[in-house]
Structure formats: structure tokens, C-alpha cells
């Protein structure tokens, strides 16, 4: 176990570290998409692989000749020295994971209330459901929440940001990186991994509903409205994440 998290972890640090300081101010957003989902991929199954090779020793010619050996005395050792904290370590990395784990199951059992309990409509071919029990608008998997105090315009440049999420299945990386997430929260790579794709995901969204003829005002003042609030879940997309002076330069170019 111990041997598969190191080599995960350094996979994908590696990756994390060459997006950070190579390609996370590039605005080709989908081949960072693909970057990041390739270093997600290479931090599960890579480190499953195992090279073995043969290596030839030459014979050493002569002959070696020794004495009777003596024993002058017997020390005892302790076969697993490091056995304890090993048992530690792995109790405290298993604690983790299976608290992370309750978390996201509990976090999925109040969204699908939630869909129960609430008003669902169809926008543009999207199921958009109007609840107050969450502070802003965010989607889950084909599903877009918004709060029925919002207005009709604000609805629809929502909708129109979340579209992309969903049309471009974002879930995917989202599923794959909270997996890894979960597993590695002792690493910190692994939760700023999850900023990186989440962040690159509002991008694709921004520039997806820009594109499809939102008003570039409309929209940032949408954006700045929705700004408070807390996480909801995990696998969503809230759609304020990452809202900063970075954001709206990338709108801009």
C-alpha cells in the first residue's frame, strides 16, 4: 500500500508541478483538460506497473579459501523495527479516506433529496431544479440547481454556464480526481490537483457560454452575485468557483 501512494503521489506531483508552472496561464483549456486527465490516469495505473529485468554477473575465477568460523556471541534483533509506526501511519492515511468517503456519500444523499423534494424544470433540454436549500447555483452530473429567488436572466446565463459542464462531461474528471483526492489526502498535491481541473473547468464554462451569445456584463454581474456561499458537494460545479481577477482576464482574451 505504502509503495503504490508513494509512486501515485509522485506522478501525480509531477504532473501537478508541470501544470503550475508551464501550461496554467495557457488558454488552450481543453488540451490542459486532457493534460490533467492524463496525469489523473498516469497517478492510478502507473505505479501498478512493474519493470522487471535480468542482470549478468561474470563468474570470478579462483578459488577462495576461509577459516572455521567462530561465534563469539549472539545479539538479538528485532525482525520488524519500524513495524509500529508503520501501523500508525497506515491507520491514520485509512482514517482519512474513509472519513473523506462518509463525507462525499453524505453530500450525495442531500442532493438526491433534494431533487425529490424540489420543483424540477426543463431549460434548453436541462433539468434545472429550484431549491433554497443550497447559497448558490452549482450542477451535479446532468442537473443544475438554482434558487427560485434569482430572475429569469439570471436563470438563463446560469443555465447556459452549466450547459457546458454537463455537455462536455466534466463529471468524468471530477469523479477520477476525488477518487485520487481521497486516497492521497495526505498528499497536498492532491487537493491543489482538484483546484487546477476545477478551475480549468469554469474556463471551458466561461468561454462555452461567452461564446454561445451571453452578454459579457450580464454575465460577470451574474457571477458576482452568486460570489457568497459555501461548498455544497464535491462533484459539483458551483458556478462562482474560483471567481477572481483571473477569471474575468481570461473572459476578456
Do not use: C
Request: positive net charge; hydrophobic residues 50%; without cysteine.
Amino acid at each position: 500500500m505504502f509503495t503504490y501512494l508513494l509512486k501515485s503521489a509522485i506522478w501525480l506531483t509531477a504532473f501537478g508541478l508541470t501544470y503550475y508552472f508551464l501550461l496554467r496561464n495557457e488558454r488552450f483549456f481543453m488540451l490542459n483538460r486532457l493534460f490533467l486527465l492524463t496525469g489523473l490516469l498516469a497517478s492510478i495505473f502507473f505505479p501498478l506497473i512493474t519493470i522487471h529485468y535480468s542482470v549478468a554477473i561474470p563468474e570470478i575465477q579462483g578459488t577462495v579459501s576461509a577459516g572455521m568460523p567462530v561465534a563469539t556471541g549472539i545479539i538479538e534483533e528485532n525482525k520488524n523495527p519500524y513495524m509500529m509506526w508503520k501501523f500508525i501511519l497506515a491507520g491514520i492515511i485509512l482514517s482519512g479516506t474513509i472519513i473523506l468517503f462518509i463525507k462525499l456519500i453524505h453530500q450525495t444523499i442531500k442532493i438526491a433529496q433534494t431533487i425529490r423534494q424540489s420543483e424540477t424544470i426543463t431549460i434548453n433540454k436541462m433539468k434545472v431544479v429550484k431549491s433554497n436549500h443550497f447559497p448558490f447555483s452549482f450542477s451535479f452530473f446532468t442537473y443544475v440547481f438554482v434558487n427560485p429567488s434569482l430572475s429569469e436572466k439570471e436563470i438563463r446565463e446560469i443555465v447556459a454556464h452549466e450547459k457546458a459542464h454537463i455537455g462536455q462531461h466534466h463529471w468524468i474528471d471530477l469523479v477520477l480526481v476525488e477518487m485520487v483526492r481521497i486516497i492521497q489526502w495526505i498528499n497536498p498535491m492532491a487537493w491543489l490537483y482538484s483546484h487546477f481541473i476545477r478551475q480549468n473547468h469554469e474556463y471551458l464554462a466561461d468561454k462555452s457560454a461567452l461564446l454561445s451569445g451571453s452578454d459579457p456584463a450580464t454575465y460577470k454581474a451574474v457571477l458576482i452575485n452568486q460570489l457568497l456561499g459555501d461548498e455544497v458537494i464535491r462533484l459539483g460545479h458551483s458556478f462562482s468557483y474560483s471567481l477572481n481577477k483571473k477569471r474575468f482576464i481570461m473572459m476578456k482574451n
